[in-house]
Each structure stands twice: as structure tokens, then as C-alpha cells.
């Protein structure tokens, strides 16, 4: 598939990826990840919203910007390029299920303002495959315990699921954190007893998941340039036996199957969103291949920069170490790889 950027969509990755360059350097996400408890500075986050890419998907009537999922998919490869920390992603999903659901325009309002934080608490099991009971509504109230709740300790309000329905519950809650390996991304155990506002069944969430396939994949992507070209840099400075390490054969073939899964990851990414704008028939499955495939490609991309790096790869002090975490982090939240692939499955009739 031949996929090219619009003008206006090429000006919006290139103003994205200055924006991210000027406000997210890496020492910053160092920071955050080793001393800010939140996970993200307010500040920037209040920047966001001036930006508009937290209303990136929804429609102006809510001060969004009206755009689709292809614009979601440059802003968040830049986002990846960046390792920038922060619930962007998960309030992005959130708003687009509140206007999914209908009749929340002043909490979107405040949501595209970055006035309040809204994430979605789906897993009632603490790993896949493991017996939990179901949250559930009893006397109008939502009882139970979510699993890696998206920045549960920072939210305003959650997008709760229960068997058969999407609840909006108001906090504050009850967090006990839950650490994963990126120090960037924030997650907890929420015990509920809260009173609920039922939003609608959980087919709501059906086009919902999809973007959160096409938001993980393209973070994804962009982990996986940035890392490519850190050590594309490295193997061309780097020298053993009075010759850069670049031009030994057997490093250059891992460098092009470097290249390869990044650049079909890209094929990949773009071609669900573009099934995605379009509510082209695949939809489902390209969206599902997507994150599956990306999920497998950073791991290799990621994992191959480190070794390339020898020693140093593995040490605190490069950069390298934060990418590969976020990718791994990534790669098991909004779908695993097992179960995208199962919905791939699934997608195609099987």
C-alpha cells in the first residue's frame, strides 16, 4: 500500500515532533520517571490543551480539533519518538468513548481544556487468565476491584466496565499502585464502592479498542525509529579493529531486519488507521494486526539496539533502557500481542 501524508498532515508532524522536542527532552521523562510521583508535570500537560492534542479526535462543539485516526497516528509516533511520559494516550481513548456514549459535552469540555483526567478501567483480573470476580452494580452502585487502572491515582473520574455495561464513576478512589517496568507509566488496583452513571452497553467500546490498537502501534512505531536511528549513529562512531563496527556484514544484516519491522510496522499502522477513518471493512483485523505486529517488532527493534550498543547498552545512563521499557509496557496493555492476534482471528472468520 502507498500511503503519503497531506500537507496539512505533514505540518502537523513536524510541528508535533518541534513541540515535543522543545517541551519533552529525554532528561525530562528521566525525571519524571525517577522523581515525580504523578507521572507527568501538570505544566505540560496544561500545554497539551493549549495545543489542542487532547481534543485531538473529538468534534470542535467540545473544543476539539475534528481530526481522525491518521492525525491520532502522527501525533503518537512522534509521541514514542519522544518517550514522552504521560497519560496522552488513555485520555484521548477516554474522550472518544465519553462522545461515543453520548450527553457528556461539559466533562469533554474540561477534559480538551485539561481541566480534569478521565481514564478507562477495564481488567478485573490482575493477569490474563487469571479468575477475578466482575465488577458489578449493586443498589446503584459499582462494587469491585480493576486491575491496571491507567494513572488511577491522578484521575478525576473513571470509564468503569462491568459484565454488560460502561459506567462513568466520579472519584476520589481507593489506588494501591501497581509498578510495571517503565517508571513513566503509572498504573493501580482501584477497590470500588462508588455510586455509577450508566453510559450505555459495551459495544461502545468495540471502536474504542480499535484506536487503542492504531495508538499503541504507532507509539510503537515511534520507539522503534527512534531507537533504529540511535544506533545507526552509534555503529558508524563506534570503531573495533580501526574500522566503524557499521561496516561489518554481520551487524548490517540485523540493522536492515531492524529497518524491516519498523518500516512494515508503518505499513502496518497507517493502513489501520486508514481502515479505521474510512470504516472500511478490515477494520477490525487491520487494527489488531497492527499492535500484534508492533508488539513483536519493538521487542526485536529495542532489544537489537541495546545489544548493538555492547556494554553500554545495558547501563542506566543511556537512553536506550527507557525506550525498551516503554515498548515492553506497551506491548502488554491496550491488547496484548495474544490477544490482538485472537481478535485478528476472529476478524477474519476463524
Given at each position: 500500500?502507498?500511503?503519503e501524508l497531506?500537507?496539512?498532515?505533514?505540518?502537523?508532524?513536524?510541528?508535533?515532533?518541534d513541540?515535543?522536542?522543545?517541551e519533552?527532552?529525554i532528561?525530562?521523562?528521566?525525571?519524571?520517571?525517577?522523581q515525580?510521583r504523578r507521572?507527568?508535570e501538570?505544566?505540560e500537560?496544561?500545554?497539551l490543551?493549549?495545543?489542542?492534542?487532547?481534543g485531538?479526535?473529538?468534534?470542535p462543539?467540545?473544543?476539539?480539533?475534528?481530526?481522525g485516526?491518521?492525525?491520532l497516528a502522527?501525533?503518537?509516533?512522534?509521541?514514542?519518538?519522544?518517550?514522552?511520559?504521560?497519560?496522552?494516550?488513555?485520555?484521548?481513548?477516554?474522550?472518544v468513548?465519553?462522545?461515543?456514549a453520548?450527553?457528556q459535552?461539559?466533562?469533554?469540555?474540561?477534559?480538551?481544556a485539561?481541566?480534569?483526567?478521565v481514564?478507562?478501567?477495564r481488567?478485573?483480573?490482575?493477569?490474563?487468565?487469571?479468575?477475578?470476580?466482575?465488577?458489578?452494580?449493586?443498589?446503584?452502585?459499582?462494587?469491585?476491584?480493576?486491575y491496571?487502572?491507567?494513572f488511577?491515582?491522578?484521575?478525576?473520574?473513571l470509564?468503569?466496565?462491568?459484565p454488560?455495561?460502561?459506567?462513568?464513576?466520579?472519584?476520589?478512589f481507593?489506588?494501591?499502585?501497581?509498578?510495571?517496568?517503565?517508571?513513566?507509566?503509572?498504573f493501580?488496583?482501584v477497590t470500588?464502592?462508588?455510586?455509577?452513571?450508566r453510559l450505555?452497553?459495551l459495544?461502545?467500546?468495540?471502536?474504542?479498542?480499535?484506536l487503542?490498537?492504531?495508538?499503541?502501534a504507532a507509539?510503537?512505531?515511534?520507539?522503534?525509529s527512534r531507537?533504529?536511528?540511535?544506533?545507526?549513529?552509534?555503529?558508524q562512531?563506534?570503531?573495533?579493529?580501526?574500522?566503524?563496527?557499521?561496516s561489518?556484514?554481520?551487524?548490517?544484516?540485523?540493522?536492515?531486519?531492524?529497518?524491516?519491522?519498523?518500516?512494515?510496522?508503518?505499513?502496518?499502522?497507517?493502513?489501520?488507521?486508514?481502515?479505521?477513518?474510512?470504516?472500511?471493512?478490515?477494520?477490525?483485523?487491520?487494527?489488531a494486526?497492527?499492535?500484534?505486529y508492533?508488539?513483536d517488532?519493538?521487542?526485536l527493534?529495542?532489544?537489537?539496539?541495546?545489544?548493538?550498543?555492547?556494554?553500554?547498552?545495558?547501563?542506566?545512563?543511556?537512553?536506550?533502557?527507557?525506550?525498551?521499557?516503554?515498548?515492553?509496557?506497551?506491548?502488554?496493555?491496550y491488547?496484548?500481542?495474544e490477544?490482538?492476534?485472537?481478535?485478528a482471528?476472529?476478524?477474519?472468520?476463524y
Open positions: 500500500m502507498k500511503f497531506s500537507e496539512d498532515q505533514a505540518l502537523l508532524r513536524q510541528s508535533t515532533r513541540f515535543l522536542t522543545s519533552y527532552p532528561e525530562k521523562s528521566r525525571a519524571i520517571i525517577e515525580n507521572g507527568y501538570p505544566a500537560w496544561a500545554r490543551a493549549e495545543m489542542g492534542y487532547l485531538l479526535t473529538l468534534p462543539a467540545v473544543g476539539g480539533q475534528g481530526l485516526a491518521i492525525e502522527i501525533v503518537l509516533e512522534e509521541v514514542g519518538r519522544a518517550c514522552m511520559p504521560g497519560p496522552y494516550l488513555d485520555a484521548v481513548l477516554a474522550g468513548l465519553l462522545h461515543a453520548g450527553g459535552e461539559a466533562l469533554l469540555k474540561d477534559l480538551t485539561g481541566n480534569r483526567l481514564t478507562i478501567a481488567d478485573d483480573a490482575p493477569f490474563s487468565g487469571t479468575a477475578a470476580a466482575a465488577t458489578r452494580v449493586e443498589s446503584g452502585r459499582i462494587r469491585g476491584t480493576k491496571f487502572v491507567p488511577a491515582a491522578q484521575v478525576d473520574a470509564l468503569v466496565t462491568t454488560d455495561a460502561l459506567h462513568l464513576v466520579d472519584g476520589p481507593t489506588v494501591t499502585p501497581m509498578e510495571t517496568l517503565d517508571g513513566a507509566q503509572r493501580g488496583r470500588f464502592d462508588h455510586a455509577a452513571t450505555g452497553g459495544d461502545l467500546l468495540d471502536r474504542v479498542e480499535q487503542a490498537g492504531i495508538g499503541a507509539t510503537l512505531l515511534g520507539i522503534m531507537s533504529l536511528e540511535t544506533t545507526l549513529q552509534y555503529v562512531t563506534r570503531s573495533a579493529f580501526q574500522r566503524p563496527i557499521g561489518f556484514q554481520a551487524l548490517q544484516h540485523r540493522l536492515a531486519e531492524m529497518l524491516l519491522k519498523t518500516e512494515s510496522t508503518r505499513s502496518a499502522v497507517y493502513f489501520a488507521a486508514w481502515c479505521y477513518d474510512t470504516r472500511d471493512a478490515e477494520t477490525a483485523l487491520a487494527c494486526a497492527a499492535k500484534a508492533a508488539g517488532a519493538s521487542r527493534v529495542c532489544g537489537e539496539s541495546i545489544q548493538m550498543h555492547g556494554g553500554i547498552g545495558f547501563t542506566w545512563e543511556l537512553d536506550l533502557h527507557i525506550y525498551f521499557k516503554r515498548a515492553k509496557t506497551l506491548e502488554q496493555h491488547g496484548s500481542t490477544v490482538q492476534l485472537e481478535r482471528l476472529q476478524a477474519a472468520g
